[in-house]
């Protein structure tokens, strides 16, 4: 008995778990200061129509570490979300995308744009998720109808019914829901038309293997007609290349997303290069 539990203590000891866990005590607690020390930084990735009009972006989330530079956030998204410094570090998200979207509305060419926002499951299952959201919007003055919130399938995973209800009270406000990184969840599909979802985003890692493996041809073309059948409209995100665009295009995808167009991009970077395209959603 005493020999299992010394190896199990050796195995606790297991000096590259330690590492890990050292590591990752120390990225939290960066992390847990971000906010404050305004390191966290927004950048926008547009998304186009059929016509490649620009008709909104994703805000996508960096974080500028003194240290090691911009960080993306699949280096920290899941720590924060595991901590729960995702609902602070969330609620910073919202309200800065909801400022720009504010400031877009004055202006004539932009004022149709959207904002999509990406939300984690820990924030939008926050029992003052709603309130706290109507507070930002009455902050800062941006209209929900422009506002766009994607969430992915582990929302509905543990308490469907409560998320179906808070995406109600959301939608009654105007906002819109994306389905994001659809396909590869494992949720049923039988929540797809129950729930208030206005859009389903193809996953990258469907698009950007479109033309390696046909499996992910047969993915692609049956989300978009499932979308369709739905009454959703479907987006391709990682369109790469005018070829995957064209196939998407051929099978009835209609809004795309992708380095094609533009990588995501810091806010002047963005506004110069709506300055020089056509804005669909000004027209
Ligand atoms: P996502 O929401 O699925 O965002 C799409 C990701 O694909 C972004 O990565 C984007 O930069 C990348 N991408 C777009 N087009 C292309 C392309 O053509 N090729 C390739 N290779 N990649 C492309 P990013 O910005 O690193 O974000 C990764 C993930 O982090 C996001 O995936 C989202 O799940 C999460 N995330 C980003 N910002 C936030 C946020 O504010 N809150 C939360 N909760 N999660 C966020
Ligand atoms: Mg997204
Ligand atoms: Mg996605
Ligand atoms: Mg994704």
Redesign the pocket.
């Known amino acids: 008995q005493a020999k299992q539990a010394g190896r199990n203590t050796l195995r606790f000891f297991d000096p590259v778990m330690q590492a890990v866990a050292v590591r990752r005590a120390m990225l939290e607690s960066d992390l847990r200061q971000a906010v404050s020390r305004d390191q966290l930084r927004l950048f926008y990735?547009p998304q186009v129509d059929e016509r490649e009009r620009i008709t909104g972006v994703?805000?996508?989330?960096r974080w500028e570490h003194p240290d090691y530079g911009m960080v993306?956030?699949?280096d920290f998204?899941a720590v924060a979300e595991e901590s729960y410094l995702?609902v602070t570090i969330?609620a910073w998200?919202l309200e800065t995308a909801c400022r720009q979207l504010a400031r877009w509305s004055s202006e004539p060419d932009k004022a149709g744009l959207t904002m999509a926002?990406?939300?984690?499951p820990h924030?939008f299952q926050q029992p003052d998720f709603v309130a706290d959201l109507e507070a930002i919007l009455d902050r800062t003055g941006a209209r929900p109808q422009r506002l766009k919130l994607?969430l992915t399938e582990s929302v509905f995973m543990e308490e469907p019914d409560v998320a179906k209800a808070t995406m109600n009270r959301l939608r009654a406000m105007g906002i819109r829901f994306s389905l994001?990184?659809f396909g590869t969840g494992y949720s049923s599909l039988s929540y797809l038309n129950r729930l208030p979802l206005d859009q389903l985003k193809i996953d990258?890692s469907f698009v950007r293997t479109l033309f390696k493996d046909p499996a992910n041809r047969v993915i692609s073309a049956s989300i978009i007609s499932l979308g369709s059948n739905l009454g959703l409209e479907v987006i391709a995100?990682?369109?790469?290349t005018q070829a995957h665009c064209d196939w998407l295009a051929e099978h009835g995808c209609t809004a795309y997303?992708?380095?094609l167009f533009a990588r995501?991009l810091p806010l002047e970077a963005l506004t110069a290069l709506l300055e020089r395209s056509t804005c669909a959603a000004g027209h």
Request: proline residues 10%.
């Open positions: 990735q994703e805000a996508l989330l993306p956030p699949g998204i995702i969330g998200v926002v990406n939300i984690s924030q994607e994001d990184d990258q995100e990682g369109v790469e997303q992708g380095y995501p």
